[in-house]
């Protein structure tokens, strides 16, 4: 049985504005009062983990001891079979200090040239941690195909080289609304409601 999450305040263990806002409007509906790392001053934890969930409980587990309340970490990332899986868990590191995600796309591109195989999707693991070390794990995919060059100002990330499968635009020109219906992130969101939300 999962453990239920009882209202009140959360922590957003991300220092990344994108997740941070993607993850309060999912949340939104719940009547939860959220604040995120960064702007409680947490250091971002070394992500030493070789899966995504582990990487998402490390960061979940480090928010939720260091602000005594339960915290709610993303870890996601673009996985490309043409490319052995890449960027995968290093899809951040791939930006750079600087988060240069512009900078990303171009090595991603420059790294598909020649590969006939566009195939790609999205990994979300959602985990939702409490201070006494309780932490429940949800993972989410979305399928779809790298499209270059980059296309659309919404989103973040690998974004606007990401085009859902049975869509003809990517995530980067997707509305809001539109994204969260279908993606990696809302997929994990789900599972996290229905066994930690839903009453």
Not at 24 to 34: C, G, N, R, S
Not at 45 to 54: C, D, H, I, M
Not at 142 to 155: C, H, Q, V, Y
């Amino acid at each position: 049985m999962s453990r239920r999450f009882s209202g009140g305040k959360l922590v957003i263990a991300s220092h990344n504005p994108g997740k941070v806002r993607e993850i309060a409007e999912l949340l939104q509906p719940y009547d939860v009062e959220v604040s995120a790392a960064g702007a409680l001053g947490l250091k971002a934890p070394k992500e030493t983990g070789a899966t995504f969930v582990a990487n998402a409980e490390l960061k979940a587990l480090a928010a939720a001891r260091a602000t005594q309340l339960p915290a709610l970490a993303d870890d996601s990332g673009l996985v490309v079979p043409a490319l052995d899986g890449a960027p995968g868990i290093n899809s951040a590191r791939w930006a750079g200090r600087k988060r240069d995600f512009a900078k990303a796309m171009a090595r991603l591109e420059k790294e598909m040239r020649g590969k006939h195989d566009r195939g790609a999707h999205f990994v979300s693991a959602l985990s939702l941690a409490w201070p006494d070390g309780h932490v429940e794990s949800f993972e989410g995919r979305a399928d779809g195909e790298l499209s270059f060059p980059p296309r659309g100002e919404k989103g973040f990330g690998y974004d606007p080289v990401f085009r859902p499968t049975g869509y003809q635009v990517s995530y980067g020109e997707m509305e809001p609304a539109a994204k969260h219906a279908i993606s990696h992130r809302a997929d994990a969101f789900r599972k996290l409601i229905a066994a930690c939300f839903a009453p």
